[in-house]
């Protein structure tokens, strides 16, 4: 996280008209999106290789 968001604040300052609904994606969206979806499916994956 803290790695998205020094990439993040190195793009600001390379390129001051980045869009912001994009860096609301980059910052939010994709780790819930992660935290939602890729995680459940890992656990899923770990239980049924528990058995």
Same mark, same amino acid.
């Given at each position: /996280?803290?790695?998205? @968001? &020094?990439?993040?604040?190195? *793009? *600001?300052? &390379?390129?001051?008209?980045?869009?912001? =609904?994009? @860096?609301?994606? *980059?910052?939010?969206?994709?780790?819930? #999106?992660?935290?939602?979806?890729? *995680?459940?499916? @890992? =656990?899923? #994956?770990? /239980?049924?290789? =528990? &058995?």
């Amino acid at each position: /996280m803290f790695a998205a @968001l &020094i990439f993040t604040n190195n *793009l *600001l300052l &390379i390129n001051q008209s980045i869009d912001i =609904d994009y @860096l609301v994606y *980059l910052l939010f969206l994709r780790p819930l #999106i992660y935290v939602n979806f890729v *995680l459940p499916c @890992l =656990d899923e #994956i770990k /239980m049924k290789s =528990d &058995i």
